[in-house]
DNA sequence: TACTATACCTAATTTACTTAGGTATACTTA
DNA sequence: TAAGTATACCTAAGTAAATTAGGTATAGTA
């Protein structure tokens, strides 16, 4: 099995819970986000990230500012209002989930 | 978010683990088991479950034995010593990334 | 007799990712 | 000074794995 997998399907969601715990993110700083707080177990790949975040903000749940530091442009997102609601109900619907799958994966048939 | 996209991509590994803490397993007593392991809360399609049970027979993890109980056929799996290790590895690989998942999903910034 | 549950299945579509690039600036190292 | 690495954005084409939308058939229930 991959170990990337459980990201799969989780993506918008853990961008968005990063970028509430973090008030804004730029993309390239979400990619070594998830890579330092797995400790180099998973990885987010650019092609990836990128679509999603624009998918994110054509579905108005962030929005991004452009700051030039150190002479390189940087688009930093931030939750809308709309993001911020969708980004705690999803972790909500998540952290279910993966209780859950914890649920199932020690799951033994009563008749067995 | 769509609440099963959790076992999007661990599909399998629910699968392997399931039979091995059964011993065998038939289609669709798995569907019902992993609806009552997750209190409704997660849904297994039949449309989603028989190509990836055919996947894993083709890989040699699971093997079959059919038996007709109460005038309807069954096609119960059980893992073949292959499936039994790579069930064991895909269990742990799934298990990291929980926890990496968890990491990812509650980190904050140092400089922020 | 119709409906629900059990039990197997597939084809076509869609979604979400990976692979495989591209552009450009700044910093480090040979 | 040239090459390589890190930073920082991005897309197009291909693929994998699911969903949607069915199909077949038997047994039990209303």
Known sequence: MDK???IKGSLSTIILQLIQNNNQM????ITKAV???????MGLSEAALYPTLHKLE???LIETETKIVNGRTRKYYSLTKKGN???IDQLAV???AIAS???VLK???SNG
Do not use: C, P, R
Request: proline share 0%; net charge neutral; hydrophobic share 20%.
């Open 26 to 29: 730029y993309g390239y700083e």
């Open 107 to 109: 799951y033994k048939l």
């Open 35 to 41: 890579k330092e707080a797995s400790k180099g177990k």
């Open 101 to 103: 799958l914890q649920n």
């Open 85 to 87: 609601t969708a980004s």
């Open 94 to 96: 998540l952290k279910e």
């Open 58 to 60: 054509d579905e108005g």
């Open 4 to 6: 990337d997998k459980i």
